[in-house]
């Protein structure tokens, strides 16, 4: 059986939190990119958050 691609999420922000999302969620994380990245995954649910182009990349 396939697994469904991880969802992709754009943000505004270098820092950003992750709880799962609805009732089948996961314990809230706050997950932080890299300064030499413009994404970060999700350790849980393999979320991948995005920077858009042009966002703040300050806290």
């Keep these: 059986?396939?697994?469904d691609?991880?969802?992709v999420v754009?943000?505004?922000k270098t820092r950003v939190s992750c709880d799962g999302?609805?009732?089948d969620g996961h314990p809230r994380?706050?997950?932080q990119m890299p300064?030499?990245?413009t994404s970060?995954?999700?350790p849980y649910c393999d979320c991948k958050y995005v920077l858009k182009?042009?966002?703040d990349t300050g806290h």
């Design 1 to 3: 059986m396939a697994q």
């Design 29 to 31: 994380v706050w997950l």
């Design 10 to 12: 754009e943000v505004e």
């Design 35 to 37: 300064s030499n990245k």
């Design 5 to 7: 691609a991880p969802e």
């Design 21 to 23: 999302g609805g009732a």
């Design 40 to 42: 970060v995954e999700c």
């Design 53 to 55: 182009e042009g966002a």
